[in-house]
Each structure stands twice: as structure tokens, then as C-alpha cells.
């Protein structure tokens, strides 16, 4: 039937619409939930503290090499790019401002997404595939409150703490690519950058937008893993979902973030 | 993995991740000379104030003593009304000089202060009536071109 046919693309995009927000609204009520069982999550410290130390402690390697090396590189490409228009002892500021305000936060973010907000969703959902989350319903356990609740606070107190450490990382790799390679005056290096860059607004932004971030990835994690279809399958598109959709949210989140604090400097 | 263990893993990377912070707050951005230092505030109006931002420097024969508070244009005179906020350390002289200079070709744009030699200093809130707009470019090399087409035209 020709009606029909005109008709199916159409009904189509409205079923992925529907879907779409019906996920939406889930997410967000899952939110709430999480952030409900969140004193369990303060109660039931020794669980929080064993997921800080899976998320944050088990991400540190990658999070402070990764950091010298965007930090070095920063100091390479930035010297060439600065030497151009004779500016090159303002590498200081060029690395880290970028640091601080972008790359640490986002690049720390994108790195957490993949290393630890994978692990979240597979761990949660092998768990569901496995009927662990259902026995513990059984047994007059809230999985939200004794799996979900630590999870997502381990991710969101992690997240600031590894982007913190990813900028000075990076501003360590810039000073040993600039000052000891280069051979830039190390008081030059040190004093603009000191010079450029106020703990209020450019560090306060920073942190904040890692906070945001942590937050993001960690609900993200722990949703997808929750929502997973389960069987090994469901588990495997679920686990890519998070990297996928944290990474996406990162990025969007961070512009957005950027738009308020830049009018917030009177831009 | 032991209880123990963790414990003391997640106390190294909370302590060192803190410390992180605080290195950023002291060594990479300026705290130290930034909020803690109490201020006063001084008016200061000029004809024209070119690239001034606000938070830019206020210096004193190059020392940094204030920043730059606000910027507003005086609806009656048409003049740029800026507010300085100098550290209570420094005190300005009532006939001080306030100038908007930039620093180098292409540097940052400040404003400089020239103490006179009055005996009365600058309360806080007080304005300081002697100032020096800044130089634009565009008129200085506009004033000039007309000052070579006049004198070329006078031969």
C-alpha cells in the first residue's frame, strides 16, 4: 500500500523520537534516584573508597603520562607557534591557560570516560546479565543504594582530583619541553604564567567544569550499565554507549560551560 | 587487594590530587597576590580609554598596585568613568596622574600612576582629576598624514 509506505519513514522517526525522550525521562528519574540513595553512599564509606580506588587511583597511570605528554607537546607546538611573532617567552601562559581552563578538565574527562566509565558499565551490567542486581533485590537490597550509589559518587569525587593532576602534569611537561629543551628563562616560564592566570576565574573554572564532567561521565556509566540489555551483547553496545555518549556529553557540556564563563569575564 | 591497602591508595590520591589543586591555585595561578590583599577605590575619568579591559593592572613606576574595577561611560559628560581598586598599602598623592599606557606595541593596556608632590593623599572613593587618555593609533597616523598633506600642500 503506497499510504503505507509514504507513511513507515515517518512513523519511524516518531518512534525513535519517543524513544529518545522515553530514555531521557528514565535517565533523569534514574538521576534523582542516585542522587536519593546518595547517603548510602556516604554510610556505606568503605564501598565508595574501594570504587574511588578502582575509578581514580587504577586511572593515574594513564592520566598522568597522558598529561606530561599533551604538556610537552603543548610546549613544542606552542614555542613554534609563539616564536613566529617573537612571542615565545609567553609560552608560560599559552600552555598553561590552555591547561587549566581546557585540556585538563576535557582531556582528563574523555580519558576517565574510556578508562573508568567503560569498567562502570560493564561491571553493572554483567552484573544485571547475571541476575546479581535481581538476587540482591531478593535479599531486601537496593542495588541502587549498595552497586549504583558508590559508583557514581567515586566517579564524580575521582574526576576533579585526576583533572587537577592531568594540568600539572601538563604544565611539568611544558616546563621540561621549554625551559630544559628550549632553553627558556625558567622565571620568564614561571612569572607570566603566574601572571596570566588568576585562581579566580580561570583554576575555579577549571574545577568546576571537571566537577560538571565527573558528574556527567559517572551518571552516564552507571545509567547505561543499569540499563543494559542483558546478555553479552546487551552488555558489549551498552559498554560502547558510555564511551560514545560521555564523550559527546563532554565536549557539548564544555562548550556550553565555556559560553556562561566567558560572559561571566565580561567578554 | 587487602582493606589496608586501598585505604592507603586512596589516601595517597585524594592527598596528592588535593595537592594538585593547591599547587595550581599557588604556583601556576596567583593566588597569593590576587584576593587577599584588602583594597581601596579610586575614580579616575578620561576621554577616551582605548583598549582598557577590566581587571587590568593599575602600576605605579611599574609595580603592579591595583587592578582595574569597573568601566562606565558617564551618561552626562561622555567621559569613561573607571574604578580603581589600589591595595591599602599604597597611597597616591591628590595630584597624581593617572594615564592609559600599553605595554609594548602590542602588550596588555594598563593604567600608570604618577605621584606629585602634594601633601594631602587620595582618600578612598576620591577622584583622581588629572588623567591622560589613551593614544589611538588610528588618530595618531590620521593626525599625521593630515600634517604632511598640510605642510605638503603649504609648498
Same mark, same amino acid.
Given at each position: 500500500?503506497?499510504?503505507?509506505?509514504?507513511?513507515?519513514?515517518?512513523?519511524?522517526?516518531?518512534?525513535?523520537?519517543?524513544?529518545?525522550?522515553?530514555?531521557?525521562?528514565?535517565?533523569?528519574?534514574?538521576?534523582?534516584?542516585?542522587?536519593?540513595?546518595?547517603?548510602?553512599?556516604?554510610?556505606?564509606?568503605?564501598?565508595?573508597?574501594?570504587?574511588?580506588?578502582?575509578?581514580?587511583?587504577?586511572?593515574?597511570?594513564?592520566?598522568?603520562?597522558?598529561?606530561?605528554?599533551?604538556?610537552?607537546?603543548?610546549?613544542?607546538?606552542?614555542?613554534?607557534?609563539?616564536?613566529?611573532?617573537?612571542?615565545?617567552?609567553?609560552?608560560?601562559?599559552?600552555?598553561?591557560?590552555?591547561?587549566?581552563?581546557?585540556?585538563?578538565?576535557?582531556?582528563?574527562?574523555?580519558?576517565?570516560?574510556?578508562?573508568?566509565?567503560?569498567?562502570?558499565?560493564?561491571?553493572?551490567?554483567?552484573?544485571?546479565?547475571?541476575?546479581?542486581?535481581?538476587?540482591?533485590?531478593?535479599?531486601?537490597?537496593?542495588?541502587?543504594?549498595?552497586?549504583?550509589?558508590?559508583?557514581?559518587?567515586?566517579?564524580?569525587?575521582?574526576?576533579?582530583?585526576?583533572?587537577?593532576?592531568?594540568?600539572?602534569?601538563?604544565?611539568?611537561?611544558?616546563?621540561?619541553?621549554?625551559?630544559?629543551?628550549?632553553?627558556?628563562?625558567?622565571?620568564?616560564?614561571?612569572?607570566?604564567?603566574?601572571?596570566?592566570?588568576?585562581?579566580?576565574?580561570?583554576?575555579?573554572?577549571?574545577?568546576?567544569?571537571?566537577?560538571?564532567?565527573?558528574?556527567?561521565?559517572?551518571?552516564?556509566?552507571?545509567?547505561?550499565?543499569?540499563?543494559?540489555?542483558?546478555?553479552?551483547?546487551?552488555?558489549?553496545?551498552?559498554?560502547?554507549?558510555?564511551?560514545?555518549?560521555?564523550?559527546?556529553?563532554?565536549?557539548?557540556?564544555?562548550?556550553?560551560?565555556?559560553?556562561?564563563?566567558?560572559?561571566?569575564?565580561?567578554? | 587487594?587487602?582493606?589496608?591497602?586501598?585505604?592507603?591508595?586512596?589516601?595517597?590520591?585524594?592527598?596528592?590530587?588535593?595537592?594538585?589543586?593547591?599547587?595550581?591555585?599557588?604556583?601556576?595561578?596567583?593566588?597569593?597576590?590576587?584576593?587577599?590583599?584588602?583594597?581601596?577605590? %579610586?575614580? /579616575?575619568?578620561? #576621554?577616551?580609554?582605548?583598549?582598557?579591559?577590566?581587571?587590568?593592572?593599575? @602600576?605605579?613606576?611599574?609595580? &603592579? =598596585?591595583?587592578?582595574?574595577?569597573?568601566?562606565?561611560?558617564?551618561?552626562?559628560?561622555?567621559?569613561?568613568?573607571?574604578?580603581?581598586?589600589?591595595?591599602?598599602?599604597?597611597?597616591?598623592?591628590?595630584?597624581?596622574?593617572?594615564?592609559?599606557?600599553?605595554?609594548?606595541?602590542?602588550?596588555?593596556?594598563?593604567?600608570? %600612576?604618577? /605621584?606629585?608632590? #602634594?601633601?594631602?593623599?587620595?582618600?578612598?572613593?576620591?577622584?583622581?582629576? @588629572?588623567?591622560?587618555?589613551? &593614544? =589611538?593609533?588610528?588618530?595618531?597616523?590620521?593626525?599625521?598624514?593630515?600634517?604632511?598633506?598640510?605642510?605638503?600642500?603649504?609648498?
Amino acid at each position: 500500500m503506497p499510504a503505507d509506505a509514504l507513511t513507515h519513514g515517518l512513523r519511524r522517526i516518531g518512534l525513535g523520537t519517543l524513544t529518545a525522550i522515553a530514555r531521557m525521562g528514565y535517565a533523569a528519574r534514574f538521576f534523582v534516584a542516585v542522587i536519593m540513595h546518595s547517603p548510602e553512599a556516604v554510610r556505606r564509606m568503605r564501598l565508595t573508597l574501594r570504587e574511588i580506588y578502582f575509578s581514580g587511583v587504577l586511572s593515574l597511570v594513564i592520566i598522568l603520562v597522558s598529561g606530561m605528554f599533551v604538556g610537552m607537546v603543548l610546549g613544542l607546538q606552542g614555542y613554534d607557534s609563539l616564536n613566529k611573532y617573537g612571542a615565545g617567552d609567553s609560552l608560560g601562559i599559552f600552555v598553561g591557560l590552555s591547561l587549566v581552563r581546557e585540556l585538563g578538565p576535557v582531556v582528563a574527562g574523555l580519558l576517565f570516560a574510556s578508562r573508568a566509565g567503560s569498567a562502570i558499565t560493564a561491571e553493572i551490567g554483567l552484573m544485571k546479565t547475571t541476575e546479581q542486581l535481581a538476587a540482591m533485590e531478593m535479599m531486601a537490597v537496593d542495588p541502587l543504594a549498595r552497586i549504583v550509589a558508590p559508583r557514581f559518587w567515586g566517579g564524580v569525587v575521582s574526576m576533579p582530583l585526576l583533572a587537577a593532576l592531568f594540568s600539572i602534569m601538563g604544565v611539568f611537561g611544558a616546563y621540561v619541553v621549554g625551559v630544559r629543551l628550549i632553553g627558556l628563562d625558567a622565571g620568564t616560564f614561571w612569572g607570566n604564567m603566574r601572571a596570566g592566570i588568576d585562581f579566580w576565574p580561570d583554576v575555579t573554572n577549571g574545577i568546576i567544569k571537571s566537577a560538571v564532567f565527573g558528574v556527567a561521565v559517572s551518571l552516564i556509566a552507571v545509567f547505561e550499565g543499569y540499563d543494559a540489555k542483558p546478555t553479552a551483547e546487551g552488555v558489549s553496545a551498552a559498554t560502547t554507549r558510555t564511551v560514545v555518549g560521555a564523550s559527546l556529553a563532554i565536549l557539548a557540556l564544555d562548550f556550553i560551560l565555556t559560553v556562561f564563563m566567558f560572559r561571566g569575564l565580561g567578554i | 587487594m587487602n582493606r589496608s591497602t586501598i585505604d592507603l591508595w586512596v589516601g595517597i590520591f585524594v592527598t596528592i590530587g588535593f595537592g594538585a589543586i593547591v599547587l595550581l591555585a599557588l604556583k601556576v595561578g596567583n593566588l597569593t597576590s590576587l584576593s587577599s590583599t584588602p583594597s581601596y577605590r %579610586l575614580e /579616575a575619568r578620561f #576621554d577616551n580609554i582605548g583598549g582598557l579591559k577590566l581587571r587590568a593592572p593599575v @602600576k605605579a613606576a611599574g609595580v &603592579v =598596585v591595583g587592578r582595574v574595577d569597573r568601566i562606565k561611560l558617564d551618561p552626562k559628560t561622555y567621559q569613561a568613568a573607571v574604578t580603581l581598586s589600589v591595595d591599602n598599602g599604597y597611597h597616591f598623592t591628590k595630584d597624581t596622574i593617572a594615564s592609559i599606557l600599553t605595554s609594548g606595541l602590542l602588550g596588555e593596556v594598563y593604567i600608570g %600612576l604618577d /605621584a606629585g608632590g #602634594d601633601t594631602q593623599m587620595l582618600a578612598d572613593g576620591a577622584e583622581i582629576t @588629572k588623567t591622560q587618555s589613551a &593614544v =589611538v593609533l588610528e588618530k595618531l597616523i590620521g593626525q599625521f598624514l593630515f600634517d604632511k598633506a598640510a605642510s605638503g600642500g603649504g609648498k
